[in-house]
């Protein structure tokens, strides 16, 4: 079975413009979640996708956002980038999202924000 | 404070040494307890699982979670330049917004 796959996995972009992350789950699964990592932070969860639809979400400000197809692949989307946006961004994926499931993380997409 | 907390180390051991991490947490509802290594440049993956308290062994690992201590530790036996990495802990609730709260990970390396 392939991983979970992101793309682009390396972005530059300046201050105020906007960006569009992708993550392919593993086939079969349905549950989709963000992180962002940072060296201070660590890992934070930003959302949580099933069935198309954000069933969990975390402490970051709606500049943050994200949507879920039906094939189950999922975008993440920043806009009015700000320098503090720069970090490693994951995306896991399991079954059905239940705690008792396996995460299994993409190799992340690194965004710097100049 | 936050709600886990993880020593950012670097930790550096020779290698066959017996290697302990640890994190603690605060909040009580967390259930579920997971231990992922993340080599550079790649995404986490999933060492050790553990619902609620107790031990567990997986070859050289073991996963261990005192509750009433708000406390858990892995501990790698025979470390290998191979497990030079960084180790994150984590924790979930049914309960709360969040499901899994991370640790900040410890950086190990182990010496050849």
């Known amino acids: 079975k392939a991983g979970v796959t992101q793309t682009p996995r390396y972005l530059i972009k300046t201050r105020g413009q906007q960006v569009t992350l992708s993550c392919s789950p593993i086939s079969g699964h349905r549950s989709v979640s963000w992180y962002q990592q940072t060296p201070g932070q660590g890992l934070q969860f930003l959302f949580e996708?099933?069935?198309?639809?954000?069933?969990n979400k975390g402490n970051f400000p709606g500049r943050f956002s994200g949507r879920q197809f039906s094939n189950s692949r999922s975008e993440m989307n920043v806009s009015t980038l700000e320098l503090g946006d720069s970090a490693l961004y994951l995306c896991?994926?399991?079954?059905?999202?239940?705690?008792?499931?396996?995460?299994?993380f993409g190799p992340g997409t690194r965004l710097l924000v100049l | 404070q936050k709600e886990v907390e993880q020593d950012p180390g670097p930790l550096s051991v020779p290698e066959g040494a017996i290697v302990s991490l640890n994190c603690t947490y605060s909040?009580?509802?967390?259930?579920?307890f997971m231990w992922y290594r993340q080599y550079s440049r790649k995404g986490p993956e999933l060492l050790m699982y553990?619902?609620?308290?107790g031990n567990k062994e997986d070859g050289r690992f073991t996963a261990q979670v005192d509750k009433s201590s708000k406390y858990i530790s892995l501990f790698i036996r025979d470390s290998q330049p191979s497990d030079s990495a960084t180790y994150l802990c984590?924790?979930?609730?049914?309960?709360?917004?969040?499901?899994?709260?991370f640790g900040t990970g410890t950086r190990l390396k182990v010496l050849a």
């Open positions: 896991a994926s399991s079954g059905t999202g239940g705690l008792q499931e396996t995460q299994y």
């Open positions: 996708y099933f069935s198309e639809t954000q069933r």
């Open positions: 553990t619902y609620s308290s």
């Open positions: 909040n009580s509802a967390f259930q579920y």
């Open positions: 984590a924790m979930g609730s049914t309960s709360g917004t969040y499901k899994y709260i």
